[in-house]
């Protein structure tokens, strides 16, 4: 009796045309044909968020090198990648200086523990550069391996500050649907994303959900979009008074959605956030962790939407994504509580990895160093969105473009005037981002907005290109749905 399906069949007999491959060279990316690849991926490998049934009937494209901005596959086609792989690569592929950081920690010290009385040269020096680098009250950072770790970790420490503070009771925390805040049951629970919602019926206790300030989709006709962004920043004060504000510990958002469309609220929103936050003594959490890191042209996104807020989750940008990190940053008031209390029982056997800690040191002198940020402020990133705008201005199937820097949404719509979105959005979506795959961009699709997140490193021309594709990509959809 077999479970081995055709797929697996077929990868066998391929690989077993090369005499096997337990000894095959693993340094040689392009060792083997893209069928031998894709059939072995199939047989073997199931994909993050993906429908792995459609996934191996299609096949997988099959990545093998990078630099700067673009990509390769497997039969050589060179790609643009507009999404900086996922949100994360900031500096760009192939920077040497990463991976010389990462090999001579890897010699010196390639692992230790943080957890009993012992620390070492890279956690410490990266702890220091934070603290220069973030806001002055954050002077204090916990770490873990990714995004969804380190809004795990804020649950830890938001509970744990009120422990401290003799308010137990203090146990609800605010999220808002569409929101993504990782995949951990935490995160996802963190998160507003109903369809991942559904599929785990054990979720974390004592956390609701508001709504997103997405004004394209759900503004009244007649609402202008500060109005509606205020309308929504209320609705934080309307939970906390239905919870009652002596249960309430914290309200985490991101300064922007990310894979929730790059929804960017009206500048009237965050402030109204805040001084609710304050009203009630509740902690504000920004989610920076694809907002961190200059995407915004500042270095974080609270500071582009001018609040400040009691922890930040970090993580992508932290690394330029070479290897795993998160982070949670502490302002001073919460890190003393935790400070002066008593033992913090949270932690992760890689809370500070030292080859992470190295090569995050790395990276963010990079972007220091090099000036990566302030140039997506002063010239990539108002050219960036300039040229999205005025290619897009009048588009039959554009309703809006949102963003800063170097992130951006672009709506696919119906009737773009009148704010009328396709029936079944999600489906022009993929339309359109199935002709930037083929068009050898990489744009991400989510539901009906097209989203961009180049490397911070992109050059105008390269923005040009990226831009120009995105429009023929755009331009083809509009053919396909029979509109132009
Ligand atoms: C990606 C992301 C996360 C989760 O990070 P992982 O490293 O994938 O766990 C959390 N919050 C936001 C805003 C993200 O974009």
């Known amino acids: ?6 797929d ?13 491959t337990k000894d095959a060279p693993t340094s040689q990316a392009t060792s083997r044909s893209t069928a031998e690849y894709r059939a072995l991926d199939a047989a073997h490998h199931i994909h993050p968020f993906s429908d792995m049934g459609s996934l191996n009937r299609a096949g997988t494209r099959v990545i093998v090198k990078a630099q700067g901005v673009y990509l390769w596959d497997s039969e050589g086609n060179k790609i643009i990648d507009g999404m900086a792989g996922l949100w994360c690569v900031n500096v760009g592929y192939g ?31 990266l702890s220091a550069l934070l603290a220069e680098l973030t806001p002055a009250p954050f002077n204090h950072f916990f770490y873990c391996n990714s995004g969804s770790e380190g809004n795990d970790t804020v649950l830890r420490i938001v509970h744990q500050y009120w422990a401290t503070q003799r308010q137990p009771a203090r146990k609800f925390v605010i999220a808002r649907k569409n929101a993504y805040h990782g995949s951990t049951i935490a995160g996802g629970t963190l ?5 991942m919602h559904e599929q785990m019926p054990s979720k974390v206790e004592n956390i609701v959900h508001i709504d997103q300030p997405y004004f394209f989709g759900e503004a009244a006709s007649d609402q202008t979009a500060e109005e509606f962004a205020l309308a929504r920043a209320r609705q934080l004060e309307a939970k906390i ?19 929730g469309g790059v929804i960017f609220p009206a500048d009237t929103y965050w402030p109204e956030i805040e001084r609710i936050c304050r009203k009630y003594d509740v902690l504000l ?29 970090l993580a992508k940008g932290l690394t330029s994504g070479y290897v795993p990190m998160g982070a949670v940053g502490l302002h001073d008031r919460v890190a003393r509580a935790l400070i002066d209390n008593g033992d913090f029982n949270h932690g992760l056997t890689y809370s500070g990895h030292p080859v992470a800690a190295a090569v995050a ?41 949102s963003g800063a820097g170097l992130v951006a949404g672009v709506q696919l719509a119906e009737k773009p ?4 979105r396709f029936a079944n959005g999600g489906d022009v979506g993929t339309i359109c981002r199935d002709f930037c795959f083929n068009g050898n961009l990489i744009m991400r699709a989510s539901g009906d907005r097209m989203l961009l997140s180049p490397p911070l490193v992109v050059s105008r021309p390269e923005i040009d290109e990226i831009v120009s594709k995105a429009e023929a990509a755009i331009d083809a959809t509009a053919r396909q749905v029979g509109i132009r």
């Open 8 to 20: 697996v069949m077929y990868a066998e007999k391929e690989t077993s045309q090369h005499g096997g």
């Open 191 to 195: 998160g507003g994303m109903a369809y």
């Open 95 to 125: 920077r040497q200086e990463l991976a010389d950081a990462a090999f001579r920690q890897m010699r010196e010290l390639p692992y230790y523990n943080t957890f009993f009385k012992t620390t070492h040269p890279p956690v410490i020096e």
């Open 417 to 420: 005037l009148e704010r009328k």
């Open 1 to 6: 009796m077999s479970h081995k399906t055709e």
């Open 285 to 313: 959490v920004a989610d920076e962790v694809i907002g961190g890191f200059g995407r915004t042209g500042e270095w974080f996104a609270h500071q582009h939407f001018r609040f400040e807020p009691d922890l930040i989750t």
């Open 241 to 259: 008074l239905e919870l009652g504000a002596d249960n309430v510990a914290a309200f985490i958002g991101e300064p922007f959605q990310g894979a």
């Open 361 to 401: 040191l790395a990276n963010l002198k990079l972007l220091r160093d090099e000036r990566i940020v302030e140039r997506v402020k002063v010239d990539t990133g108002p050219y960036f969105q300039k040229k999205l705008r005025e290619t897009f201005a009048g588009h039959p199937i554009v309703g809006e473009i």
